[in-house]
């Protein structure tokens, strides 16, 4: 499946496949550490191997491996493998969360008991999943009937992740009375009001639980406390803005809810390893990476 797919990549970078939001993402030479926002996905690595760090949670993922990300996470990941010989390819599909309730009265019981809750899962892809994924990747180089039986291949690999031994945080996002579906609530509310103070007290109201509860869910998830998680959601915001606007610097720093535009060049620096200005001039410079590829 590699070698196909090899021959077809023209230029570094995300190329869309036609069905849904699935894409393929090329890169020809290892990585420096980028930062993003992962939304629920499934991330199939083809060739070469990457790393992804959310928090405590770090994960390796070389070729015939999976990541699932069950929450939106702000992320750290590098390209550790590629060459213009043999680059880094990866089949990258967002989770459609709706797709999998539909299918959730039809799932098996499984005994996920209290397994790792960690949003951030890397493991070697199954027989099942890998062959779903390549039929769908063959269907979208061509074939008459792609409009037809890509929808159908989409909801097989959706069904083949949430009934996979890895897919059991998928399974405990999906019941109600689960602390992980409580948590994507205020996962949210923190995402729609980075400019604003925390308060985790009203966070874990929200998601009905006890403060020092929902401290720990949060943790075990995202791999961050609340206020960390905040902060990096902020960051990656504030780069956004700073790559995509003329804005001044201070300004941005204002717009994602810092007070002090002094202390938010010192965290900028700390997470992306140059000031601001300096990255807004390299990145317009076109040395960085488009953000959000898998």
Known sequence: MAGDLVDAAATDGVTKLGLGDAAILWRSHPSAIEGSLYRPLLCMVIQGAKEVMAGT????????HAIIVSHDLPV?????E?????????????IDLGLLRS???LVPDFDDGQQDMAALRSYPADAGLTGAVARFLELVRGDAAAALLGPILLREIHAR?????QGAILRRFLRRDDPSNHLARAIASIRSSINEPLSVSVLAAHAGMSKSSFHAHFKAVTGQTPGQYQKDVRLLEARRLIMESSDAISS??????YESPAQFSRDYSRKFGQSPREDRHRGRAGTRAAPGAA
Do not use: M
């Open 252 to 257: 941005v720093a204002f717009d994602v809810g």
């Open 76 to 80: 750290l990941s590098r390209i550790t």
């Open 57 to 64: 949670h770090r994960v390796h993922c070389p070729a015939g």
């Open 161 to 165: 992740l949430l009934v996979s031994a």
């Open 103 to 105: 299918f959730y009265d």
């Open 82 to 94: 590629a060459s213009p010989d043999k680059p880094y390819a990866a089949f990258v599909l967002p």
